[in-house]
């Protein structure tokens, strides 16, 4: 399988549960301008132009990281990354994954843009903290979202929170995010995935 990614972007979180789930998959790294470090165009393979996209071994294509994040993490169910199909804990690993998706990774999207106005920005932290609040609630007394067993959740949270330092939102009032933040950093997995899209040295 090869998975296209951007360094640190939200491909980061199914980059992490492959190798959580010791899942080999090719890297292929996706340029501004939508050509693939293997020579295509991305927008032949994922037409909403971006990343992450997951080649299957059959060439078919799934996108949206969450979806797979959760593909991955079933392909390994020993890992226990994610709760068994069809259970309750896995429909609130969904609600959880639904949440960081639409409250969380893109009121982050208009803090990308250099042209972003002032007045945006604090709008968009604003909104960030009132989000965070509940995150920062449900780890109170516990390492991870679900409790001890680390999981797609939290990696998705993980990689999306890593934005809040180079984008300006101030979190310091939420210590149990902080905490988590320097938990899944501190992972081997994490470590490694981090290391070979270049954001940290090894």
């Not at 680390?150 to 180079?166: E, I, K, M, Q």
Request: a neutral charge; hydrophobic letters at 40%.
């Amino acid at each position: 399988m090869k998975l296209f990614y951007s360094p640190g972007a939200c491909s980061l979180s199914p980059h992490i549960v492959s190798r959580e789930a010791g899942i080999e998959l090719a890297l292929v790294k996706v340029e501004p301008t939508k050509q693939t470090s293997d020579g295509r165009n991305f927008l032949e393979l994922n037409p909403k132009g971006y990343v992450p996209a997951l080649e299957l071994d059959s060439g078919e294509i799934l996108t949206e990281g969450p979806v797979i994040a959760q593909y991955l993490a079933d392909q390994r169910p020993e890992a226990g990354l994610v709760p068994a199909a069809g259970t309750i804990e896995r429909y609130r690993l969904q609600a959880t994954l639904g949440y960081i998706n639409s409250e969380i990774h893109k009121s982050y999207s208009p803090l990308f843009n250099p042209k972003v106005t002032p007045e945006t920005r604090e709008d968009r932290g604003n909104y960030l903290r009132k989000r965070y609040a509940l995150l920062d609630k449900q780890l109170e007394g516990k390492p991870y979202l679900f409790g001890d067993q680390f999981g797609v959740a939290d990696s998705y949270l993980f990689t999306v929170t890593n934005w809040s330092r180079p984008l300006n939102v101030d979190l310091s009032e939420f210590k149990n995010i902080a905490a988590f933040q320097e938990r899944v950093a501190a992972r081997p997995a994490v470590k490694a995935a981090m290391v070979a899209e270049g954001l940290i040295k090894a």
